[in-house]
């Protein structure tokens, strides 16, 4: 007989293999978040080549960043029909070509497609894929998984960012686009390490299949008979209805649309949309402002590699944090504090001088963008649960997408309108603190809403009303039994003579 576990889901194992998955999840995320950042080491060359403005070049970044988010949907779509390894690999292939072929573009309008839209959309299918599979194989660690995993951003951005200035010195902007290609492919050795959670269960229960075969021939007469009777009524109504389900249905069924009636999810897509409008733009010219007021080319590079070095920290640090009970509980506080710590930290800004001054701030910039990056996920997920945690993080993607792409542009176009950087950070700032404020709010209130729903559950399973009224109704019912006894004793005398009769006869 099939054992009893063959067609039950395996649970997260939280270790094992999973930690082999983090490591690929650390690779895979690492390219997709820290890519876009490190190749805005060449846009000033690229600026002076092209001949273009600061808003122009920024498109590139804004670009590759909007269509890794908005791919979201169809990234998980794929994942919930392949699973995360093939739409891993696929996505490797992508980068690669999209940086290749990006060598050989002679204007910036192919700069947009090749780097914008064929690399973004390879790095959004190594985005989603990763975040997934970690929040099948941990459950317990999930926290601290999402913050190694996370980690995986800093490690890359302190790395392409001195490379990549190593790389245009010695070979150029072209030549380095090549070497790019090249290094893009190692995401197909990571999506290759992440193995199906659910293989050895298959196997068990493809093989339980196969014996209960004779079992269900056996049964075949049976079926017949059972063909015709009225009960498979039902059933053939219920393959009908499935047969006629619409495109919409088939959609539904793997982005989870009933999300948009989530209170917890709805607060958490619109401050984190507001949140993205100025998110990237600061990370995306602080090396163009430093080479501005005149830094040499490899110091305005270590200053993002400073920033992923504080990064690289924080991560973990945070994932360790907010897998604390005492933080847990309430993480979407702390998430909420990250986002205006990192605004804050924009708003002060102008106010560094020198290389000094940029590099304190990119140290407390470091900080608080590991904070978001290492709760982004997790935050999500805790409020709607893995289950949908699927369909969620396509939908928000999709959602944040538009701000993403319009945030480095509007920084690019303050930059050309002033001729000064400043107005850039104080915006980014700005938006930031007002979303984080608008989070602990409104986090707050649904906080006490669900505290308010989970009492009156709890106090209608224990209200003691339908036992009273129970208890009251058999009394009742006794009582009246009891006053009826004298009223029918004429009729029970009556019922004694007939049987007497009965048996005199």
């Known amino acids: 007989p099939p054992p009893a576990t063959a067609g039950r889901a395996p649970g997260p194992p939280d270790g094992g293999w999973g930690w082999v998955v983090v490591f690929g999840a650390f690779i895979s995320i690492g390219f997709a978040y820290a890519f876009p950042k490190g190749i805005a080491i060449f846009f000033k060359e690229i600026q002076d080549f092209f001949g273009t403005s600061y808003s122009e070049i920024a498109w590139v970044s804004s670009i590759m960043l909007a269509t890794t988010y908005g791919a979201g949907p169809i990234s998980s779509i794929l994942v919930n029909r392949y699973g995360s390894r093939p739409v891993v690999i696929f996505g490797g292939l ?10 050989f573009c002679t204007s910036i309008l192919q700069l947009y497609i090749c780097v914008g839209f064929i690399t973004g959309f390879g790095l959004a299918l190594n985005l989603q894929p990763s975040v997934i599979i970690i929040g099948k194989y941990f459950l317990k660690r999930r926290p601290i998984a999402n913050g190694l995993a996370m980690a995986g951003s800093p490690v890359m951005l302190c790395t392409l960012a001195p ?11 072209r030549g380095s686009f090549l070497i790019l290609g090249a290094i893009l492919l190692n995401c197909c050795v990571a999506g290759a390490l992440f ?12 093989q339980a299949t196969e014996e209960g075969k004779d079992a269900l021939k056996k049964e075949g007469t049976k ?3 059972e063909i015709s009777s009225p009960m498979n009524v039902p059933m053939e109504t219920k393959t009908e209805e499935e047969g006629g389900k619409d495109c919409c249905e088939k959609i539904n069924k793997y982005l989870d649309f009933s999300l948009f009636k989530h209170r917890g999810f709805l607060i958490y897509l619109i401050g984190n949309v507001l ?16 080479k501005h007021i005149g830094i040499d080319e490899y110091s305005a590079a270590f200053l993002l590699s400073i920033l992923a070095i504080v990064d690289m920290i924080a991560r973990p640090t945070t994932g360790i944090i907010a897998n604390s009970k005492w933080v847990r509980p309430r993480i979407q506080y702390f998430f909420s504090f990250s986002i205006a710590f990192n605004g804050a930290c924009h708003l002060l800004c102008p106010l560094a001088y020198g290389y000094t001054g940029l590099v304190v701030y990119s140290i407390f910039f470091g900080l ?22 699927t369909s969620a993080v396509g939908l928000v993607t999709i959602a944040e997408c538009c701000t993403i792409l319009l945030g480095p542009p509007i920084g690019g176009t303050l930059i050309d309108t002033f001729g000064d950087y400043k107005y850039m950070f104080i915006k980014c700032g700005a938006v930031m603190v007002l979303a984080g404020t608008f989070l602990f709010i409104m986090n707050y209130y649904n906080y006490r809403v669900l505290a308010k729903e989970e009492k009156e559950r709890k106090a209608k399973e224990e209200d003691p009303k339908s036992v009273r009224t129970e208890n009251e109704d058999r009394n009742n019912w006794n009582k009246e039994t009891i006053c009826d006894g004298p009223e029918l004793e004429p009729l029970r005398e009556e019922q004694e003579g007939l049987k007497k009769e009965v048996n005199g006869t």
């Open 275 to 290: 949140m993205f409008l100025g998110f990237f733009a600061p990370i995306v010219f602080l090396a163009p402002y430093a």
């Open 368 to 389: 608080a963008f590991g904070m978001v990056c290492a709760m982004l996920f997790e935050t999500l997920m805790d409020l709607v649960g893995a289950a949908r945690f």
């Open 163 to 173: 490379l990549n200035q190593f790389l245009f010195d010695n070979f150029g902007w």
């Open 94 to 103: 992508l980068c690669g070509i999209g940086m290749v072929s990006a060598a």
């Open 223 to 225: 079926d017949d008979m």
């Open 195 to 206: 193995r199906p959670i659910g293989t050895a269960t298959a196997s068990v229960k493809t």
